[in-house]
């Protein structure tokens, strides 16, 4: 089973609509979340960390199931910029452990008008 | 603050040829990384720094030597290179105990 998976897409939606995407991760004890986006062509960025208690940025929320072992991040209001691949990123040390972070191949979301 | 650099943007290699990729950061980071990022394949880390003068072997090793010599600077090498070494270097950087890491904006390497 790979480390963290996410459903590579790409996911076509309307402009203003809400949408929202899942990730699953393999190791149970992994201790901290992450959401980064990429542009096409551009490097990572960190969008939004993933807390026990889910957390809200704007139009961004992302929330955490441990029993399930999977995070979520949930676009309202979506907006053409919004277009971009989102990487779902996995630490499993409770420390900023430096070789720590494994990412997912990302899921590549396109706003359309 | 320029953040995270990346020399050069882009570069053609025939196979055989060696060639350093340079990466330099200034926030003071005291860690520093190198990931390669292939389609399909997500990021893969290859070499990374806790601090000047030390590196360690990340997941994709093979084929790469890093050096850490002064804290600003991270560099990675490809001694002879093969086309399976064409990909997109990504270097980033954070700061001890962080999650957060700042990436470069990339190199584009093609080996033929």
């Known amino acids: 089973r790979k480390e963290v998976e996410q459903d590579p897409g790409p996911f076509n939606v309307p402009e203003g609509a809400t949408v929202a995407f899942n990730c699953t991760y393999s190791n149970s004890a992994s201790q901290s979340f992450f959401w980064y986006r990429q542009d096409c062509r551009k490097e990572p960025k960190l969008l939004m960390s993933?807390?026990?208690s889910g957390n809200e940025d704007g139009r961004f929320t992302a929330q955490l199931n441990r029993a399930s072992q999977y995070i979520s991040l949930l676009i309202r209001d979506s907006k053409l910029s919004d277009s971009a691949t989102y990487l779902c990123?996995?630490?499993?040390?409770?420390?900023?452990?430096?070789?720590?972070?494994?990412f997912g191949k990302g899921t590549h979301l396109i706003i359309q008008p | 603050n320029a953040g995270v650099t990346q020399t050069p943007k882009f570069r053609v290699l025939k196979t055989g040829q060696s060639m350093t990729l340079l990466c330099a950061q200034d926030m003071n980071h005291e860690y520093m990384y190198w990931y390669r990022q292939d389609p399909g394949m997500g990021l893969r880390l290859i070499h990374y720094?806790?601090?000047?003068?030390?590196?360690a072997k990340g997941e994709v090793p093979d084929g790469y030597n890093v050096s850490r010599l002064k804290k600003q600077n991270f560099l990675l090498g490809l001694e002879s290179a093969a086309p399976s070494q064409t990909s997109v270097y990504f270097c980033?950087?954070?700061?001890?105990?962080?999650?957060?890491?700042?990436f470069g904006p990339g190199t584009r390497l093609t080996v033929t």
């Open positions: 990123v996995v630490n499993p040390y409770s420390g900023g452990g430096a070789d720590g972070l494994t």
């Open positions: 993933v807390y026990s």
């Open positions: 720094s806790v601090g000047e003068g030390t590196t």
């Open positions: 980033a950087s954070s700061h001890l105990g962080s999650y957060e890491q700042y």
